[in-house]
């Protein structure tokens, strides 16, 4: 089969791999469409723990189930997404020591195949495309997780969503608009990903490279009661500043890097809650794919990419281009 | 009566003061002890905000109900001690705008006479004494706030606490003891604080003057479930490193201020929390007083000066020699 392979930092090949045997409990799924995550690059960049050369990369797919080494022949022919959450482990709270992602260190989803336990697979949602379905695991789970679980949002809430356009934060925006939020406001670097985040839902949008965006928030919304973050950095003694008493900040990342001088005095005082997440278990997933067939929630593709065209696809992710999912199409 | 009056930024006398008449729902209560909280040393040195002159200043009192102006007589020669909290408001997970702290703006209980609302009365528990008692009320709130409230403290838990020594650090180890936490460690700079912490019913102890105290945690302790932190400043980022996941870190204080460049990967990756909390709600002071009560806990003292000795006390306080609560006996 045609695999994405990363053969050491910086280098990926499109090459033909053989395929292993299908162990017992797994199903081979036919690839029809994979997505791509900051993850993919940052691995690809050799900036990420534990790299294993070859790999092949890819935490999201949809495919067709091919075959089963199992009494479970039903699957045969079905469309099926992959929760890419593997070994999570029993405590909802979080991930146990032998978590890992789908696509390194087990193969992934850049590829034409795909060989995973069966407890993996769970139907496509038939009101969503290959590219829709493909687009919604990993990024879809995390925000779920983020905004319903450890964000608990609340139809009273008022919502910031920093840096709409990726994955996360846009799923973040769909699913706290489905299960309700009072007021959500986003901020972008770019006025076009504002308007179309207002025509996704949002009631506010601000420009983060205006030197007043945190003040523009202030006078139309007031304070927030929750905060979706995936930047940290500097501007997030901003997002402290802008909680309301109780507030709780929920943080998936730190494009950004660390917090210079963290503003403590804010956070004891106004009670406030800054609630790391990551990903997500098999409950979330579960829940969240409840929460898209619910409510119909449509994932945001950006772009589609043929498989060969990966060196693009990627280039546009490391631009910071994208407005949602950038999609490969990997067959019929 | 006499009270000790804060006319301006480091002028405190002991002077004669009228005292105002009863208003209807108010209790007259003299005091028989007051303990000094950090509180009072920084409004003192005008580092607190909105400081007005001049103050009564004493958030923390025992005393005998003498006059009410209400229907409730019964209270009249009653123990008592003072709720410090007021206007909390109706939302458990923080205190209104409202809210203030007896003892500035309200006249607090370094005096002989307290003119304070019925609501704020409590019996004082029998099995303490009137210093103890007189210990009890703002550090015990905001330490029990901390463990059992936003802590959640339970018997499955690794506890750390930093700063032995404070009173708050000390109430969250007598709670934390009491209620049920499976190992508790505490750091402080001073050898025989550790040791009497020790003999309080501390696991481990640690000086954080060593540069290899983290380290020397990790390699007794392991990780920490649960940490109670009023210091914040540099060493935090020890703290982040020394949580296990999906840690709590409760934060009522920043004696050392912000964080230099806090860890944010740590803190979603093993989805840690940053709790911040301060004083407790009317409902965590009754729950407080009744876990007191049940479990027969007494206040450290760690010294006791009449009320014309203030400035010494006052001189410990700011020098940190203490273990336990500094009190000031007022009267027979």
Known sequence: MKALVLRSAGHVSLDDIEQEPIPP??????????????????????????????????SDGCGIVEEVND????????????????????????????????????????AEYITVPLDRLHPAPAHLSDEEAAALPLAGVTAYRAIAVQG????????LISGIGGGVALFALVF????????????????????RAIALGADHGVLYT??????????????????????????????????????????????LGGVPMLDVHRIFWRQLRIIGTTMGSDRDFAAMLAA?????????????????????????????????????????
Chains 1, 2 share one sequence.
Do not use: C
Request: charged content about 25%; glycine content about 10%.
């Open 152 to 159: 608990n949002v609340r139809s009273s809430d008022t919502l």
């Open 292 to 332: 898209v067939e619910q409510h119909r929630i449509r994932p945001v593709v950006d772009s589609v990419f043929l498989l060969s065209e990966y060196a693009e696809a990627f280039e546009r992710m490391r631009k910071g281009e994208q407005f949602g999912k950038i999609v490969l199409r990997i067959s019929a």
């Open 176 to 195: 706290a608009r489905a299960l309700g939020a009072r007021t959500i406001a986003v901020t972008s670097g770019a006025p076009w990903k504002l308007e």
């Open 25 to 58: 409990g797994y199903a081979r799924v036919r690839l029809l469409a994979a997505a791509l995550n900051h993850r993919d690059v940052w691995i690809i960049e050799g900036k990420y723990a534990k790299i294993r050369y070859p790999s092949i990369l890819g």
């Open 210 to 255: 205006e030197p007043t965006w945190a003040d523009a928030l202030r006078r139309r919304v007031g304070g927030f009661d929750l905060i979706v973050d995936g930047s940290a950095g500097e501007p997030f003694n901003q997002l402290v500043a802008l909680s309301n008493p109780a507030g709780r900040i929920v943080l998936y990342g730190a494009t």
């Open 71 to 110: 009494s479970e022949r039903g699957l045969i022919g079905q469309r099926v997404i992959i929760n890419p959450n593997q070994h999570w482990g029993g405590d909802e709270r979080v991930q146990s020591a032998d978590y890992t992602i789908l696509g390194m260190p087990s193969p992934g989803t850049f």
